[in-house]
Every structure is written in structure tokens, then in C-alpha cells.
């Protein structure tokens, strides 16, 4: 059995794995190194630099046991066994596929420093998410040098989701193992079988080769992004047509065939990676020639495009055809509940559009106002923030709800109500709130793909 283990990158994936892995193998001594200091002294102290429910709990039974976190990467390179990589691997911003391609300079640099600093027999675990092929780039970087080292490299990609991080790690539908189909490929997989089996059931450990392993990662977010643009297309069709898209997601996620989950229609899915993972895709079908396979994939996020300009579009046209000065509260930042993690979020692409038609934005958010600052930083004086909901409706003509946190549902509405400028509008995008209670109340309430309901 593996005795030490590093990890490179204590981000959203890096951090809560490793807790998981030290908090079911006590005998291993798990590190996670980072050249942010700042995040490694949060992530030492116990107060983790990302809000992810049940994490605090993880961190602290492993911390000072057999879990550090530590900003010499060198020296924890060279003690450890097995090394996982979970840096960030952004969409390139520049130079050849610009906009589409993964940015690999972080994931590079880890590659070289492993070369730089390892001695002896390393496993080299690829968890980023990275473009298909990349462990066969790792490798050929790892054996150019003058043989102080020998390393085995695996693809383990990470499905776990933001804000059900730990219970994914806990309990996940898969594990994913990808090496080469080599003598030593196979010993590399099985020693890292080795460590999820010990609280992960063996059947659910799958063990492909390495570019299985890396497509699927891709592929399965392009999957479920695709879902949840798929029903969003049909909100679309609902709006234009007064079906109701609730309705319409119950009776063909009733099929057995189709399934229920990842089919509420919304504002768009937001997030760092299924955006990112699909344009990885679609510059990979590219480079193959594989044109309208690439087309196919692109739609996704096309469709993901519409459905943030359609929200903005039907306010606009709500509150008539003018919000300009009107005072909208926006109710969530985040990219989804029980994360303060705001990378692509769909609200940054709403307010800046009401901020374009010049209406005044007070958003509210209970984890994600710091991120939120950072997003909007050159917005200008029309915007600002709180972090108590009453306080940004207040004197507003609109709530704009973007992120379906649970806290939402249980706010006093009449006390809201009686806060705003009438006629009050309502705009429901994450279909989280009882659309007729509000109407009741006296809002104008829009939801997504469904029927309004107005006085107006
Ligand atoms: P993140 O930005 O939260 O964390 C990455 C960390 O790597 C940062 O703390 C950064 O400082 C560090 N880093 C960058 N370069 C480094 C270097 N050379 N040496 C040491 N540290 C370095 O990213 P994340 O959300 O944890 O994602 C990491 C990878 O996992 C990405 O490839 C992503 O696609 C994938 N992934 C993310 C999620 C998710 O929910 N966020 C889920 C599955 C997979
Ligand atoms: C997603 C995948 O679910 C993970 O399996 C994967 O590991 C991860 O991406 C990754 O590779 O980073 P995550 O982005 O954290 O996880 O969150 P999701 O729950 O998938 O939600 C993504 C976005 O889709 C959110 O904005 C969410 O609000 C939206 N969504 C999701 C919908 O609009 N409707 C749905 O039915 C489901």
C-alpha cells in the first residue's frame, strides 16, 4: 500500500479529495502543496479558502494527523509516492485556440517541477481535467530527463460537483482509472485501487485505458450540460407556446430511459467547467476533422448563450420595454446553491446586460458577495451590493433570482413586497419559489418556461 501521497493544487477538487483520502487512510500521509501561500495557510488553519458544505468537519479530523497542506512543492515532491495533479486548467485566452483550447501552462509547470525534483519510482496521477491525450504529453515530459527518476502515469479524472463535494467523494457512482495497458501500467492502477477501496466498493471502481479515462471526463460533462440545455431549449418553446416546462420535465423524466435529474430549466448553467470541457471537446473534434461532430457539441453552449439573453430579454419586455434607472435585486450570484464559487456564473452575464440598459443592480448572495465584487469589479456606481436580502429589494421595481439557494424559499415575500416600487415584478430563474403565492401577494411573477403570472 501507498504510503504518501501529494497533491498539487488545493483548489475546489484538490482540497476536499485529499481530505476524503486522508480521512479513510489514516496510514498515509497525505499533502497538498500550492504556490497560492495564502490558500495553504487557510486550508492549515482548518478555515478553508472555499465554502463547501461538510468540508470544515473532513478537513479537521485529518489535519495534524495525517493531512498538511504546505506551500514547498519541491520538497513535497520528493517525498511523496504518489502525486496527484489538480491545478487549473482554464480555457485558453489567447494565441492558438483562443477561447476553445485548455490552457496547459499551470498543468505544464507541475510537470516540470515532478521532473525537476523526483527521485526513485513516482505514480503521477493526471485529476485535472485535461484535453484527451495530455497523460501521453505528461509522459513524454517526464521521460526526457536523464533518468534520476521513473515515473508511472494514470488519468483519475474527479466527478464530484460543488456543494454535494464531500458526499460525492464519499459515495461516488464511479471511479475512474485510466493507465496503460503495461505491466507497470497495471501495478500503477491497482495501487491506486488500492486506496479508494478502502472506503469505495470495488465494482464501482472502473479501470479503462488512459484516454478512455480522459474522454470520458469531458464527455460526461458534455452530457449533462447538454441535458440541462436541452430542457432549457424546451422552457424556450414553453414560453412561445403556454405549455409549462415543469409539467414537460416530469413526463419525460418519467421515463425510465430518460431519468429526472438534470432537467430544471433555469438561466443557464454556469460553472467552471462545463463550458470549459465542451470547448475542449469541440477544439478536439476540430483538430480531428471532425467538423460537425464539433458543431453538435458547440450548440450546447450556444443554447446556454440564449437562455441568459431570453431571461433579460423577457424583463425587459415585462417591465416595459424600459429598465432604465429601475433599481433590480438580484437574488443569488453563485453558479448554483451551496458554493460561493461564481466562475462563469450566469449572473455575471444578466447584470451586466440590466447594467448595460442602465438599471441599478443591489445583488445579494449569502456566500458568494466577495467573488461577486471581484466579477464586477469595472461595473461603476449603477451597482452595488448586500448581503441581506430585504435590504436590496428594498425601493426596487424587480428581483431578479438567479441562484436557487435554499434560504430563498423561506424569505418573507409580503414584507418584500411591501418593501418595493409597485407594480413589483418577479423573475423566478431558477423556478425555486411557489409562483401563485406570489401572485397572490401581488407580484407580477415570471418563471422560467411557463406561463406568466401578471396583472399588467
Ligand atoms: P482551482 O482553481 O480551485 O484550484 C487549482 C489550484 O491549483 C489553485 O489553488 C492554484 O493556485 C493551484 N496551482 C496552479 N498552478 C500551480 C502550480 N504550478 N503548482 C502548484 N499549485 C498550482 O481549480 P479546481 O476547481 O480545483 O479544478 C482543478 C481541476 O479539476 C480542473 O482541471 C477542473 O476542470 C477539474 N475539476 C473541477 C471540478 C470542480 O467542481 N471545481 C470538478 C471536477 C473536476
Ligand atoms: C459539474 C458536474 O456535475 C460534475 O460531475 C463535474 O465533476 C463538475 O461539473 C466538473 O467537472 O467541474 P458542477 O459544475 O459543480 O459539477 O455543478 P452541477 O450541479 O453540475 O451544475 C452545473 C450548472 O448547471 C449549475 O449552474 C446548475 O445550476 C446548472 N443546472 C444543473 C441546471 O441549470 N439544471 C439542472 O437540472 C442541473
Redesign the pocket.
Known amino acids: 500500500m501507498i504510503k504518501s501521497i501529494l497533491c498539487i493544487g488545493a483548489g475546489y477538487?484538490g482540497g476536499p479529495t485529499m481530505a476524503v483520502i486522508a480521512k479513510h487512510c489514516p496510514e498515509v500521509q497525505v499533502v497538498v502543496a500550492d504556490i497560492n501561500a495564502d490558500r495553504v495557510a487557510a486550508w492549515q488553519s482548518g478555515h478553508p479558502p472555499i465554502y463547501e458544505p461538510g468540508l470544515v468537519d473532513v478537513l479537521n479530523a485529518s489535519l495534524g494527523r495525517n493531512l498538511r497542506f504546505t506551500a514547498d512543492i519541491d520538497g513535497a515532491i520528493r517525498d511523496a509516492e504518489m502525486i496527484f495533479v489538480s491545478v487549473n486548467t482554464p480555457t485558453k485566452a489567447f494565441g492558438r485556440g483562443s477561447g476553445k483550447a485548455a490552457d496547459l501552462q499551470y498543468w505544464e509547470k507541475t510537470a516540470r517541477s515532478i521532473l525537476q525534483n523526483a527521485q526513485g519510482h513516482k505514480i503521477v496521477v493526471e485529476k485535472s481535467?485535461l484535453p484527451v491525450r495530455t497523460a501521453e504529453a505528461m509522459e513524454r515530459i517526464l521521460q526526457s530527463g536523464n533518468g534520476g527518476a521513473r515515473f508511472d502515469i494514470l488519468s483519475n479524472p474527479?466527478?464530484?460537483?460543488?456543494?454535494?463535494a464531500i458526499a460525492?467523494l464519499e459515495q461516488p457512482d464511479r471511479v475512474l482509472i485510466g493507465g496503460a495497458e503495461t505491466a507497470d501500467g497495471r501495478a500503477a492502477i491497482e495501487a491506486l485501487v488500492e486506496v479508494y477501496a478502502k472506503w469505495v466498493p470495488r465494482e464501482r471502481i472502473l479501470t479503462t485505458n488512459v484516454w478512455s479515462a480522459e474522454l470520458s471526463?469531458l464527455a460526461?460533462?458534455a452530457f449533462?450540460?447538454q441535458?440541462?440545455s436541452s430542457?432549457?431549449a424546451v422552457s424556450a418553446i414553453c414560453e412561445s407556446t403556454g405549455a409549462n416546462v415543469l409539467e414537460v420535465a416530469r413526463a419525460i423524466g418519467s421515463d425510465r430511459r430518460i431519468g429526472a435529474?438534470?432537467?430544471?430549466?433555469?438561466?443557464?448553467?454556469?460553472?467552471?467547467?462545463?463550458q470549459k470541457?465542451i470547448l475542449n471537446l469541440v477544439y478536439l473534434c476540430e483538430h480531428h476533422g471532425l467538423d460537425e461532430v464539433a458543431r453538435y457539441w458547440e450548440s450546447v453552449v450556444t443554447m446556454n448563450q440564449l437562455q441568459k439573453r431570453r431571461f433579460v430579454d423577457r424583463m425587459l419586455r415585462a417591465m416595459f420595454n424600459t429598465l432604465a434607472d429601475k433599481r433590480i435585486a438580484v437574488f443569488g450570484f453563485a453558479?448554483?446553491a451551496d458554493?460561493g464559487?461564481t466562475r462563469d456564473?450566469?449572473a455575471i452575464q444578466v447584470c451586466r446586460e440590466l447594467l448595460a440598459e442602465q438599471a441599478r443592480v443591489c445583488v445579494t448572495d449569502p456566500q458568494a458577495l466577495p467573488a461577486a465584487r471581484r466579477d464586477l469589479a469595472d461595473a461603476g456606481p449603477r451597482l452595488s451590493f448586500a448581503p441581506d436580502p430585504y435590504e436590496a429589494a428594498r425601493s426596487a421595481h424587480a428581483i431578479a433570482l438567479l441562484?436557487?439557494w435554499h434560504e430563498y424559499r423561506e424569505l418573507d415575500f409580503e414584507r418584500l413586497y411591501a418593501s418595493m416600487q409597485k407594480p413589483a415584478f418577479l423573475f423566478d430563474g431558477?423556478n425555486l419559489l411557489e409562483a401563485e403565492r406570489l401572485y397572490e401577494i401581488g407580484f407580477n411573477v415570471y418563471s422560467i418556461g411557463r406561463p406568466p403570472l401578471s396583472r399588467l
Open positions: 477538487v481535467t474527479e466527478f464530484l460537483a460543488e456543494g454535494t460525492d471526463k460526461a460533462n449533462l450540460a441535458r440541462v430542457i432549457n435529474s438534470f432537467l430544471k430549466a433555469g438561466v443557464g448553467f454556469g460553472g467552471s467547467c462545463f470541457d453558479f448554483k458554493t464559487d456564473s450566469p441562484t436557487d431558477r
